[in-house]
Every structure is written in C-alpha cells, then in structure tokens.
C-alpha cells in the first residue's frame, strides 16, 4: 500500500473537487480524498501507478505540483 499526499493547480470550486473525483473513482485505489487543491491516496502499486493517478486529475483540466 502506498500514500500520496499531492497538491493540484487550477482547483478554485467545489466543481473542481467533483471533476477530479470523478476520474479518480475510475481508478483502483484504496482511498481517496480530494480537497480543493490536493488530494490525499492510498493505492496498491500492483493495481495502479503515480502516472495513472497524475493522467487521470489531469483528464480533469488538472496540474499536479508535487
């Protein structure tokens, strides 16, 4: 199990944590929890990766910082 503690750019809205849920909940992670501005992930590595989770908050009209 792996934890990423991230930071998004762009995020202004409440709009824009649903957006980023919403291609998150595409992916097999274990837990989620997205802010205006970051999000905080727990994924099993054999399921996903870090250029997943990057690929899908940037489907989002996203930018991730860290």
Same mark, same amino acid.
């Given at each position: /199990?792996?934890? !990423?503690? !991230? =930071? +998004? =750019?762009?995020?202004?809205?409440?709009?824009? %944590? /649903?957006? %980023?849920?919403?291609?998150?909940?595409?992916?097999?992670? @274990?837990?989620?929890? %997205? &802010? +205006?501005?970051? &999000?905080? +992930?727990?994924? $099993?590595?054999?399921? =996903? $990766?870090?250029?997943?989770?990057?690929? &899908?908050?940037? @489907?989002?009209?996203?930018? %991730?910082?860290?």
């Amino acid at each position: /199990m792996k934890g !990423l503690n !991230l =930071t +998004i =750019t762009g995020m202004s809205c409440n709009h824009c %944590v /649903m957006a %980023v849920k919403k291609e998150l909940s595409k992916l097999p992670l @274990e837990k989620s929890e %997205v &802010a +205006i501005g970051s &999000a905080k +992930i727990e994924y $099993d590595e054999s399921k =996903t $990766d870090l250029k997943k989770i990057v690929e &899908a908050i940037e @489907e989002a009209g996203f930018k %991730v910082a860290n």
